[in-house]
């Protein structure tokens, strides 16, 4: 087997640019997207809009927060630009229907209602005055003039973007969004400040974390149905997805991101008020579709010792979730990947390297087939979960270790 190139955990040089009198606020993460370069469309995961870009269009997303609060602020990212992004103007709302929402609230940029952000760079804005609930959808609204280029962008968003052509920045009325696409452009987080005091928990991950094969827009992916659980408590806890469909723990994708190792500082480490991780990652290190670059057992290992080396450094409880069936993908599936899954999975389960662990192999697998997906739990490809899967896992995880 080919000796792969793993790249160390070190983090891109960005610069964020703080909101004037942050310090006044006490932030938690409470919703949060994984950055990835842009890529081409396909026909099999449908069209986005990151190569192109946009101008004189204005874009609505919508995401689900997992904490509330009183105040807001949202985080943009031109991690993967190549050129200066120019946001002319930015508003946000609470989500009604599709594209339509309530009244928005402008965002402003060290004060000022447009922002550039440099290559490589990301952007807070400033606080705005919001009064939002555990588990409430914002509509984040973003207007350009002149052609951003390609746009740093999250593929796998499980939930329907809107695009306007010309300045709709705080219409309410959903008609001029005409146009749609199941990823995020440049929107990487929103925190929240003025709730219950709240610490957040990441969960990193691929495809399995991002949530493919759950339905659109219905929330359903594990980290919303985990957010779910915890939002109920008196004393809820932020939950931030920080999957990417596709990804892999040791080498970069051109389709799908920059490695785990690589990205783990600003995915993860850098969110404001994290307290605990979730890792989740390895099976397309491992996977069929890999060759020639199949990761061996001591490799993926390897690569776990080392998040979990940078986490401890920051003072987070580490968790390690095993890795799940995957039998039923001829993409992915090979006997000995399968046979590299069985011993990562059991170094996961014994070695004692994480503070606890989180067993979703063992909850999802089929009785008479451990290594394939339970039938019930499959959303079609054998590998990707659907809904009630989902909701398996996220259920069988003990919130106390959280």
């Known amino acids: 087997m080919p000796t792969l190139k793993i790249i160390a955990p070190v983090a891109l040089a960005l610069s964020v640019i703080s909101a004037p009198a942050a310090a006044a606020h006490t932030w938690t993460t409470s919703w949060g997207a994984a950055a990835q370069w842009p890529t081409p469309s396909t026909s099999y995961y449908g069209p986005h809009w990151s190569e192109e870009g946009f101008a004189d269009q204005t874009l609505r997303q919508i995401i689900r927060l997992s904490t509330g609060g009183t105040t807001v602020r949202v985080n943009l990212s031109n991690v993967y630009g190549k050129t200066p ?21 402008l965002l402003t940029f060290n004060g000022h209602p ?49 695009l306007a052509k010309g300045y709709h920045l705080i219409d309410p009325n959903p008609a001029a969004f005409t146009g749609t696409s199941n990823s995020w452009y440049y ?115 390897s690569g776990h010792r080392r998040l979990i080396q940078s986490a401890h450094a920051k003072g987070l409880t580490v968790i390690g979730a095993t890795i799940m069936p995957m039998k039923g993908s001829d993409l992915a599936y090979s006997q000995p990947a399968e046979a590299v899954r069985d011993q990562v999975n059991h170094w996961i389960r014994t070695s004692g390297a994480y503070d606890h662990v989180v067993d979703f192999d063992r909850v999802v697998r089929a009785p008479a087939d451990s290594d394939a997906v339970r039938a019930e739990y499959d959303s079609g490809d054998g590998i990707h979960l659907n809904d009630a899967g989902y909701d398996a896992i996220a259920r069988s995880i003990n919130l106390d270790i959280l």
Do not use: C
């Not at 992004?85 to 609230?105: H, Y």
């Not at 550039?116 to 807070?124: A, N």
């Not at 931030?240 to 995915?267: C, H, K, V």
């Open 187 to 301: 929107l990487t987080g929103v925190q929240v400040s003025g709730g219950t005091p709240t610490t957040s928990v990441a969960l990193f991950g691929d495809s399995l974390t991002d949530g493919v094969g759950s339905t659109i827009d219905a929330d359903n992916r594990y980290p919303d149905q985990l957010a779910e659980r915890l939002a109920a408590r008196p004393r809820p806890l932020g939950v931030i997805n920080a999957g990417i469909g596709g990804n892999r723990l040791l080498t970069d994708s051109p389709e799908y991101g920059q490695n785990g190792l690589a990205r783990f500082q600003r995915d993860v480490l850098d969110r404001p008020g994290v307290r605990s991780v979730i890792i989740m990652q390895g099976v397309n290190d491992l996977a069929e579709w890999n060759k020639p670059q199949q990761a061996t057992a001591a490799q993926l290992i």
């Open 85 to 105: 992004l120019t946001i002319d103007a930015a508003a946000v709302a609470k989500s009604l229907k599709g594209a339509a929402t309530g009244a928005a609230s």
């Open 114 to 162: 447009s922002i550039v952000i440099p290559p490589g760079q990301q952007q807070l804005s400033d606080p705005v005055r919001l009064r939002v609930r555990n588990l409430e959808k914002l509509a984040i609204t973003l207007h350009f003039i002149q052609p951003t280029g390609p746009a740093t962008f999250h593929h796998f968003a499980q939930a329907t973007s809107y």
